[in-house]
């Protein structure tokens, strides 16, 4: 960086203590610039506070429902089984707490200045904090997040979103959900496991939308036949109040619905209002977020963005890649941009699906000839288990050279075992690498080299 640093009170100030915050506030410490965090809630930000982390300890308990109840094939006998929901929840916010301190900790290791309060733009070089103060920073980073949209309808207040859904007083009898995204896919699992009566009620006819076709299929097959209902193609027309506290909701088209509980997993929109761009010359986009350059750069010379607030790839991995990118390139002598093909992902639905690469009919329309292979199989645990549910591995070829574009899995463990999958597919491996590897007997994972 050039040597005017002295003259601002930092080097670097960061909004927003999130994942993407964070990494890019410590890295740039480490560096040795002076830095400046503001976070108006909690430092850990959406993926530990109120997302990825506590949502997965949601998905790890609610899962001990199905092993309990196949233990008994094993020879266990489990008696007097029942779930105490408070327990749970209370351990998993503990557990969040944890991860605030070491987040904060992390911060503090590094001499990152801290403002637990919310921080606004007033100019290229200067924010402002709610308590009034004013600072200058030789560079700006905004990594505010994103935030779950509600869609507008009467009665919406009734509803909680993502955000509240882990403060449960209690477990719900019947749920309703809105949307079939991750959030949707991934909660109804949750409540499904734990024995309430979900209901999936969607705008349109498909769930997960960008995911591969036979997984979603197979997925929706499973889940009917776990008992989640699912409603298409109803828009929420609006959500009333019962004297007895439950909520009818009320859909174009459709007959209602009663729920004790109303979550909406619409979608999440960058957190950009009020944030005070504009003072600095920033026109946000036409979803809220930060237009950014390969670098991270904003159309200020002096304000960079990193995360869901830019709206490129709303995932916790990538907003700390581009974090440390940042960081590193700002602060340090590297200068690594973000290759942003072949993300693996995941939905921690019940049984989880994960992906990596072109679906097929992203690979047929950009390749034309393209060769599929699949293993549809039922894993050892789910026969001796007496369950039905069949796993579906799925790959796509290109068929002039025999590279993967695409690999996709649906059943049980699927994103742990895509993750190490995933290193092949990018590396450019072919079919036949994969087929030169020789399975690992017995496991699920060995479906990857034996697809036909
Ligand atoms: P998603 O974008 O995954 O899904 C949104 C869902 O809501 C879709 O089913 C969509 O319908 C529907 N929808 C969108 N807009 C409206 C609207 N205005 N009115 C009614 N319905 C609407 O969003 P989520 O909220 O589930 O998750 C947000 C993001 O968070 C994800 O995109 C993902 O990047 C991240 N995330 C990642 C997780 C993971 O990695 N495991 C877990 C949780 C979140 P349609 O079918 O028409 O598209």
């Known amino acids: 960086m050039a040597d ?31 830095v400046a965090i503001a976070e108006e809630y909690r430092i850990g ?39 105490d929901w408070p327990k749970l929840r209370d351990a998993v ?75 449960l007083e209690t477990l719900p009898k ?18 499904n496991a734990l024995g309430c009566h979900v209901t999936v009620a969607n705008r349109s006819n498909v769930i997960l939308r960008g995911y591969d076709e036979s997984l979603r299929d197979r997925l929706l097959q499973i889940t009917m036949a776990r008992g989640i209902e699912y409603k298409f193609n109803c828009p929420f027309q609006k ?13 174009e088209g459709q007959d209602p619905v009663c729920a004790d509980v109303v979550m909406i997993a619409t979608g999440r929109r960058a957190n950009t209002n009020g944030l005070g761009l504009e003072n600095a010359g920033i026109v946000i986009g036409e979803r809220g977020e930060v237009p950014v350059d390969d670098t991270g750069k904003t159309s200020c010379d002096s304000i960079y963005a990193v995360g869901d607030v830019t709206d490129r790839v709303q995932l916790t991995p990538v907003a700390i890649r581009e974090g440390q990118a940042f960081a590193d390139r700002l602060f340090g002598t590297s200068d690594v941009r973000i290759d942003y093909s072949f993300i693996p992902s995941a939905v921690f639905s019940q049984p989880p699906l994960a992906g990596v ?28 288990g007496h369950r039905p549910e069949r796993g579906l591995y799925k790959m796509i070829v290109d068929a002039a050279t025999d590279k993967i574009l695409g690999l996709h899995m649906i059943g049980p463990e699927a994103p742990e075992i895509l993750q190490a999958a995933a290193i092949a597919v990018k590396a450019g ?18 479906e990857l080299v034996l697809m036909r």
């Open 4 to 34: 005017d640093s002295t003259s601002y009170d930092f080097d670097l100030f960061v909004i927003g203590a999130g994942s993407g915050g964070v990494r890019a506030g410590r890295v740039a410490a480490a560096h040795g610039a002076r």
């Open 239 to 251: 959500v009333t109040k019962r004297e007895d506290g439950a909520f009818d909701v009320h859909f």
């Open 174 to 191: 019947r749920v309703l959900i809105a949307g079939a995204g991750y959030i949707a896919m991934e909660f109804a699992g949750i409540f």
């Open 429 to 446: 491996l072919t079919k036949a690498d994969f087929d030169a590897t020789v399975a690992l007997h017995p496991s699920m994972a060995e």
């Open 357 to 384: 690469g072109l679906t097929e009919g992203q690979a047929r329309n950009a390749y034309g000839s393209v060769k599929v292979f699949s293993s549809d199989f039922r894993p050892m645990k789910n026969v001796f």
């Open 93 to 167: 916010l503990k557990d969040v707490d944890r991860l605030n301190e070491a987040y904060t900790a992390t911060l503090d290791n590094h001499k990152v200045e801290r403002f637990l309060e919310r921080a606004t733009i007033t100019g290229p070089h200067s924010v402002k904090l709610a308590s009034g103060k004013e600072l200058t920073a030789k560079v700006i980073l905004v990594a505010t997040g994103a935030w779950p949209i509600v869609p507008k309808f009467e009665g919406s207040e009734h509803c909680i979103t993502s955000n509240e859904v882990f403060h």
């Open 45 to 83: 930000g959406t993926c530990v506070i109120r997302g990825c982390v506590p949502k997965k300890l949601l998905v790890y308990g609610s899962h001990f429902a199905e092993e309990l109840q196949d233990a008994a094939n094993y020879g266990w006998t489990v008696e007097k089984m029942s779930f």
